[in-house]
T-cell receptor
Framework: GESVGLHLPTLSVQEGDNSIINCAYS??????FIWYKQESGKGPQFIID?????DKRQGQRVTVLLNKTVKHLSLQIAATQPGDSAVYFC??????????????FGTGTQLKVEL | KAGVTQTPRYLIKTRGQQVTLSCSPI?????VSWYQQTPGQGLQFLFE???????NKGNFPGRFSGRQFSNSRSEMNVSTLELGDSALYLC???????????????FGPGTRLTVL
């Protein structure tokens, strides 16, 4: 896969700094939110997810915050490394009986880590 | 465990032709979803198949269709190709039982389709 190019918002950070990537989602009925990372030449890779009944979840070096009041999601990356350079997408899923996936993706943010 | 594989990786077609793309999910995964990725529209959901049945569908015209086989492998077909169909087509698989809610998806590398 290849990253979406051309008109993505870009976040440039220094190596070792913390990164915060923001996302506004659209549907108040969404029950799962996921962050994906897409590197050039690859498909999206799962980073972390959060259910709608939570407001914070932590993983290794990453934290996702969910604010349902303003329909806002953020991804915090601690001690950003050069390998974190990629396009980051948020996605929302609306659950339904019978299960299944139907993700709606955000436009993506290009993260550039400067040495 | 092998990841999701997609074939072919690159494809060039002309307007009016049709195309079939293939996706082999991770072993044991029964759900396969397809997405279209373009610079203008980003990542958009096409459809999801589970147990050989289409379970969810996005907002694409009927020229876009798919199917799933008993071994969970999936194909998607685009008929009467248009220039705007040029995109990266991504397949994702998940375990996805019948329970409510999201199941983690694993994406393949995609098929780059160019329509001339």
């Amino acid at each position: 896969g290849e990253s979406v190019g051309l008109h993505l918002p870009t976040l440039s950070v220094q190596e070792g700094d913390n990164s915060i990537i923001n996302c506004a989602y659209s549907n108040s009925a969404s029950d799962y939110f996921i962050w994906y990372k897409q590197e050039s030449g690859k498909g999206p890779q799962f980073i972390i997810d959060i259910r709608s009944n939570m407001d914070k979840r932590q993983g290794q070096r990453v934290t996702v915050l969910l604010n349902k009041t303003v329909k806002h999601l953020s991804l915090q990356i601690a001690a950003t490394q050069p390998g974190d350079s990629a396009v980051y997408f948020c996605a929302e899923n609306i659950g339904k009986a019978g299960g299944g996936n139907k993700l709606t993706f955000g436009t993506g943010t290009q993260l550039k880590v400067e040495l | 465990k092998a990841g999701v594989t997609q074939t072919p990786r690159y494809l060039i077609k002309t307007r009016g032709q049709q195309v079939t793309l293939s996706c082999s999910p991770i072993s044991g995964h029964r759900s396969v979803s397809w997405y279209q990725q373009t610079p203008g529209q980003g990542l958009q959901f096409l459809f999801e198949y589970f147990s050989e049945t289409q379970r969810n569908k996005g907002n694409f015209p009927g020229r876009f269709s798919g199917r799933q086989f008993s071994n969970s492998r999936s194909e998607m077909n685009v008929s009467t190709l248009e220039l705007g169909d040029s995109a990266l087509y991504l397949c994702a698989s998940s375990l996805s039982g019948s329970g409510w809610g999201y199941n983690e998806q694993f994406f393949g590398p995609g098929t780059r389709l160019t329509v001339l």
